[in-house]
């Protein structure tokens, strides 16, 4: 039997689409890079990963312009039928963009860009994304971004994992992560896909990768 | 025929305008046989600006050695290559972009990031890792914090945006820097050997396809205007030479020039900088021993009215220029559309060896391109020794009350404090390959698809440089290769940016030439010839010049990538180790924090052998770490390895000649490593020519202490580290 089908998409300006992918094939699953101009996801797509990056070289609003690309529409179709849907620092202000995930992410507090190694303190055990984890869990997991505070009403989403001590970008109560009430669609600003291997110093991102073929 | 050469705008005659000495100018009409036509003279004064022909550096670069078992390619192309095994080639280089930077910070360092990124792309190679090493005026002035700030937003906007990976560098304030501050960016990338691309143009009648961004009249005479003249009052007036980046661009561009060469699409690649089209045509043309014809109403312009000059010199950003055979140009042109960019046939290989260039269907240009490339003539700087430098007497200084109090003010000491406030702003991560980041010693990234790993840094000894520029070279060569070898890496190679003042003034010249030689020297010792380089020269205003600053960059190579060794303490009860050879002095140290007196000469041959233990030590897992004791000394560099990993240390040190020179001082070769207490015989074991391994105390509790000869500083680690993060922040906050 073939491997689980994950479409990873592809903006230009997407960055970290060859590291998703090989996340992906981590959990033993098989990426297929989908591109933009693509109007519908690969025969079989079991889930979809949108990767970080800078679409459309961030012009207008990071993720605004990539959330009107035909292949949007197919991710939509495929979230609404309730696939999975992961989307990593520009995916998940894609997916904002894209009204797939509740609320929008503003300029960090700072107003610079912020690379960091952060503690992921799991909120609500009982979506897919953090593997059985207890609340209170915490995942180390780096996050990289000027864009990244999510602002918007907690109550209309999941919120699955909040930063852990200081508040590094001004999100809403300390959010670094949410998924939809649905819990299929989740994204956040750290990044997983840089944490799968214990050369590059924490595997905790496995756990979301898993919960796609989960 | 030979005419009067024409006037320019402000009565002088044009060439003057354009930077080029009368008994130039009489050589280009005696190399011409005429006179020549306003775009040619314009394309002459590009190509024989400085920054363009490095005349007056040339021919002391012949000394570098430039060959050696690993070397694919070296200086000349548009960067140097080594293999690493594996059938893969290691791709780098460091380029200046100081003048531009120091008018206008954020597009000049992200330009520079972006054409350093382009030389990178134009060998074939995937972009693997940054680097950047950067030198302000002190914190306590307002520009500098200007500069200082938005040169690193610039760094972060574009290196971000383009996904590369910024591993490390270096951060420098002095107040010769206020005025020309020094902004260098590397670029490391990986390649197939069979799939490295050469600038030379080949095959007549393949066509000229100009790949990229449109040309606009952006930093025009960028090359001329600004990078070959001292900085003064009129800076302002230079911003609209500096270029503008566009790294969403630059993004697609790197996307297309590996898919086009994966395809197998081109003859060659040349990325456009300095001098825009006329420097990469020129350059195309010369090195392939060949002709190239271009048609000016062909390139894309992104305005109206430009004159052909104007197309010729811009220094418009995000283009390259590449060789392709005629029966693949609907592919290129349909694989750049899938890119969103343009491909245009603007010109084809001719047998003439000449740059041609028509214009509304004249010929506005007809060159031979050596002419432009190598016939520059090339200029002797005077080489005035200065003085020798004399030792400070130590009985001069004056012993501190506190050894504590000096600690915690050395560690806030901006040179020595934490850069994180800098490489915060940068993707470290972005690939996911970096094992080291930045803040170690040097950066340490996995060869994508291998068990390798790459370790790389850029460093600078300025200080011993200008007191002594022979053993200066030398220490920023060590230096850097030190740092490198800390990870446990085998330095395999170099590349190097030379940053002088005005080299026809006062000892520059002396100074660099001098400081070619002593590199030269160590490179050979320790094996890592030179495969790439840039000179930037006039880095002086009315204040003064700069230091001389020949920044280093050093490339080392880990067989197995899962033996890199970090620079952080990491266990309660471990050893620490103190490994190397030299003797602590004060002069110019950070402790003194002058540029004065004599230092310890290094000793190139000690350090390979350094190197070569700690190489070991790493391929048989005996190290928990290591870190170069440079800037601040011993004490600095114990501090560092304890805030690294969280957790105090005790050593005890011999007092050489006093207590406060023995803990603060700087020079010779020297390692503060950790390692479990059963592993000390091994490692002891492999102490040999001039080497020394000693054990110094152990690893633990909450405070820093090193005790010599009966004093002793301590310091809790929560203080230290406290200052040292926080120094860079404040300065910058409190104003």
């Known amino acids: 039997m073939s491997a689980t089908r994950v479409a990873v998409l592809r903006f230009p300006g997407t960055l970290d689409h060859e590291s998703a992918a090989r996340a992906v094939e981590g959990v033993g699953a098989e990426p297929v890079f989908t591109h933009h101009e693509d109007t519908a996801l690969p025969q079989g797509t079991h889930a979809v990963v949108i990767p970080g990056g800078f679409s459309y070289g961030d012009h207008l609003r990071p993720g605004a312009l990539a959330s009107r690309t035909p292949i949007m529409a197919a991710v939509t179709g495929h979230a609404k039928d309730g696939g999975k849907v992961l989307g990593i620092c520009n995916g998940f202000q894609i997916l904002c963009e894209s009204g797939l995930l509740p609320g929008v992410l503003r300029p960090n507090a700072s107003l610079s860009f912020i690379c960091r190694q952060a503690d992921l303190e799991v909120a609500d055990s009982g979506t897919p994304w953090t593997g059985g984890r207890l609340a209170g869990e915490v995942l180390s997991i780096p996050f990289k971004h000027h864009d990244g505070a999510w602002f918007g009403t907690p109550g209309e989403a999941r919120v699955v994992l909040r930063y852990k001590g200081g508040n590094p970008n001004g999100s809403i109560d300390k959010i670094a992560g949410i998924s939809n009430l649905g819990g299929n669609v989740m994204g956040l600003m750290p990044h997983p896909e840089e944490a799968q291997d214990p050369l590059l110093g924490s595997t905790d991102g496995r756990v979301l990768f898993a919960a796609l073929i989960a | ?735």
């Open chain 2, 1 to 735: 025929m030979s005419g009067a050469p024409t006037m320019g705008e402000s009565g002088t005659p044009l060439y003057e305008e354009l930077g080029l000495l009368d008994t130039e100018y009489d050589r280009v009409v005696q190399l011409m046989g005429r006179t020549p036509t306003d775009p040619e003279l314009v394309m002459f004064s590009l190509m024989w600006s400085e920054h363009c022909s490095y005349k007056h550096s040339k021919p002391l670069l012949t000394g570098f050695p430039t060959t050696g078992p690993r070397v694919v390619m070296g200086p000349g192309e548009n960067a140097g290559a080594v293999d690493v095994g594996d059938g893969l080639a290691i791709v780098f280089k460091v380029e200046s972009h100081n003048h531009p930077s120091a008018v206008e910070p954020f597009q000049g360092a992200a330009t520079g990031v972006g054409g350093i990124v382009r030389d990178i792309i134009a060998v074939g190679a995937k972009p693997i890792a940054l680097l950047d090493s950067l030198r302000f005026g002190t914190l306590d002035s307002a520009r500098s914090r200007f500069l200082f700030r938005r040169a690193v937003e610039g760094i972060g906007h574009y290196g971000n945006c383009i996904g590369i990976p910024n591993v490390g560098g270096e951060v420098q304030f002095d107040e010769r820097y206020e005025d020309s501050c020094l902004v260098n960016a590397m670029c490391v990338g990986v390649v197939p050997h069979d799939a490295i691309l050469s600038c030379a143009a080949r095959g007549i009648g393949n066509r000229l396809v100009l790949i990229g961004n449109r040309t606009g009249r952006d930093g025009i005479g960028g090359a001329s205007v600004l990078a070959s003249a001292e900085l003064g009052d009129d800076d302002a007036d230079k911003r609209p030479s500096v270029q503008v980046g566009d790294p969403f661009t630059e993004r697609k561009l790197m996307d297309l020039c590996q898919a086009l060469n994966h395809a197998g699409l081109l003859v060659a690649l040349q990325d456009l900088g300095a001098a825009g089209l006329t420097s990469a045509a020129s350059e195309m043309a010369s090195r392939g021993g060949v002709g190239l014809a271009i048609d000016l109403d062909r390139v894309p312009l992104r305005e109206q009215g430009m004159a052909p000059g104007e197309v010729l010199v811009s220094e418009s950003q995000e283009r390259m220029l590449a060789i392709v055979e005629p029966a693949n140009m609907d592919a290129v042109v349909e694989m750049a559309r899938r890119h969103e960019l343009d491909a245009t046939d603007i010109g084809e290989v001719t047998d003439t060896g000449e740059l041609e260039a028509l214009w509304q269907g004249e010929e506005v240009v007809r060159i031979p391109s050596p002419y432009l490339t190598d016939d520059v003539p090339f200029y002797d700087v005077p080489r005035d020794a200065a003085p020798p430098a004399q030792p400070i007497d130590l009985a001069s200084v004056a012993e501190p009350g506190d050894l504590g109090q000096a600690w915690l003010a050395l560690m806030a000491d901006p040179n020595v404090a934490s850069k994180r406030w800098v490489f915060e702003q940068y993707d470290q991560l972005v690939g996911a390959n970096t094992m080291r980041r930045p803040g170690g010693d040097a950066g340490v990234v996995r060869i994508p698809g291998t068990n390798r790993a790459i370790a790389v840094t850029l460093d600078c000894a300025e200080w011993h440089t200008e007191i002594d520029p022979y053993a200066g070279g030398m220490a920023s060569v060590l230096e850097a290769a030190r740092n490198v070898a800390c990870t446990g890496a085998v330095p395999i190679a170099a590349t190097d940016c030379l940053n002088y003042a005005n080299p026809e003034k006062g000892s520059t010249g002396w100074r660099l030439a001098e400081s070619i030689r002593g590199m030269a020297d160590a490179l050979t010792a320790i094996g890592a010839p030179i495969v790439s380089g840039n000179v930037s020269l006039y880095n002086e205003s009315p204040r003064g010049p700069i230091f001389p600053t020949p920044v280093v960059g050093i490339v080392g190579l880990l067989d197995d990538a899962s033996t890199s060794i970090g620079s952080a303490f990491g266990r309660h009860g471990d050893a620490v180790l103190l490994i190397g050879y030299g003797e602590p002095r004060v002069d110019a140290s950070r402790y003194l924090g002058r540029c004065d007196g004599a230092p310890p000469a290094p000793e190139p041959a000690t350090d390979a052998t350094l190197f070569e233990l700690l190489a070991e030590c790493a391929r048989r897992r005996l190290l928990t770490s290591a870190h170069d004791v440079s800037e601040g000394g011993l004490a600095v560099a114990l501090a560092e390895s304890c805030i690294g990993g969280g957790i105090g240390a005790e050593v005890s040190i011999t007092p050489g000649r006093r207590a406060d020179e023995a803990i603060f001082g700087e020079g010779g070769g020297r390692v503060i490593a950790s390692c479990d207490p059963a592993q000390l015989d091994a490692i002891a074991a492999l102490a040999t020519d001039g080497v020394t391994v000693a054990r110094i105390g152990t690893v633990g509790g909450d405070d820093v202490a090193i005790e010599a000869g009966g004093s002793t500083a301590r310091v809790p680690l929560s203080d230290l580290a406290r200052v040292w993060e926080g120094s860079i922040p404040e300065a910058l906050e409190a104003q």
